[in-house]
């Protein structure tokens, strides 16, 4: 079984590298998990993870997903990006490697969420 963490703890961990070989959560364990996690929602059978903003400007979307990509990049786990309609921002994240959700995945989430967001009022 794996470690439920609380939105701290993971904030601070730091993402393993992982080119598979590493525990996958169960759809038990990934519901768990999810509940420390504002806003973010299990996809795909419980396989991935999404949240969904809706900011100010496409402007404020682009300054994002540049905070994200400096996460991503330190974490060394890169999430999928998605802009719609020029302020539709939307984040997803699996662990590519082994089909799934990995601590990593979790560990990112909660990095995301502290990042300051230009939020539509």
């Given at each position: 079984?794996?470690?439920?963490?609380s939105?701290?703890q993971?904030?601070?961990?730091?993402?393993?590298?992982?080119?598979?070989?590493v525990?996958?959560?169960s759809?038990?364990?990934?519901?768990?998990?999810i509940?420390?996690?504002?806003?973010?929602?299990?996809t795909?059978?419980?396989?991935?993870?999404?949240?969904?903003?809706?900011?100010?400007?496409?402007?404020?979307?682009?300054?994002?997903?540049?905070?994200?990509?400096?996460?991503?990049?330190?974490?060394?786990?890169?999430?999928?990006?998605?802009?719609v309609?020029?302020?539709?921002?939307?984040?997803?994240?699996?662990?590519?490697?082994?089909?799934g959700?990995?601590e990593?995945?979790?560990?990112?989430?909660?990095?995301?969420?502290?990042?300051?967001?230009d939020?539509?009022?």
């Open positions: 079984m794996m470690e439920i963490l939105c701290k993971l904030t601070n961990k730091k993402c393993v590298p992982c080119e598979g070989g525990p996958r959560f759809a038990e364990e990934a519901a768990e998990q509940k420390h996690l504002s806003g973010w929602e299990l795909h059978d419980n396989q991935r993870i999404r949240k969904s903003w809706v900011v100010t400007n496409f402007l404020a979307a682009m300054s994002f997903f540049e905070k994200v990509a400096e996460v991503s990049e330190t974490e060394g786990h890169h999430p999928d990006l998605h802009l309609q020029y302020r539709n921002v939307t984040i997803e994240l699996w662990t590519h490697a082994i089909g959700l990995s990593n995945d979790f560990i990112c989430a909660a990095k995301i969420d502290e990042l300051p967001i939020l539509k009022s």
